[in-house]
Nanobody
Framework: QVQLVESGGGLVQAGGSLRLSCAAS????????MGWYRQAPGKQRELVAS???????NYADSVKGRFTISRDNAKNTVYLQMNSLKPDAPAVYYC???????????WGQGTQVPVSS
């Protein structure tokens, strides 16, 4: 099973930017789609962005225009560029991989992104 490891989290000021990385232990082409989910304290986990093996992307309405998901197939890595972070957005961000369809089969351990106002 391909393992996913996130990195790049950390404290950021509201309005600032941060880039998360998700390194896979194997080829990311083994996944039909990869994505980023987040879970804020007391809230349900939600999909932030996803990208298919063909490069098609999808975003939650709340992050459209501010976040960008991308992939580097040669490095087996998926990225989430987050700009204009909001102070109500602190959460744990998880990288995911879906072998078929969109439902995740693999999850990373998560990386925290606290946002200071």
């Amino acid at each position: 099973q391909v393992q996913l490891v996130e990195s790049g989290g950390g404290l950021v000021q509201a309005g600032g930017s941060l880039r998360l990385s998700c390194a896979a232990s194997g080829s990311i082409f083994s996944f039909n789609a990869m994505g980023w989910y987040r879970q804020a304290p007391g809230k349900q986990r939600e999909l932030v962005a996803s990208i298919t093996s063909g490069g098609r992307t999808n975003y939650a309405d709340s992050v459209k225009g501010r976040f960008t998901i991308s992939r580097d197939n040669a490095k087996n890595t998926v990225y989430l560029q987050m700009n204009s972070l909001k102070p109500d957005a602190p959460a744990v961000y998880y990288c995911t991989g879906a072998l078929t369809g969109w439902r995740p089969d693999s999850w990373g351990q998560g990386t925290q992104v606290p946002v200071s106002s």
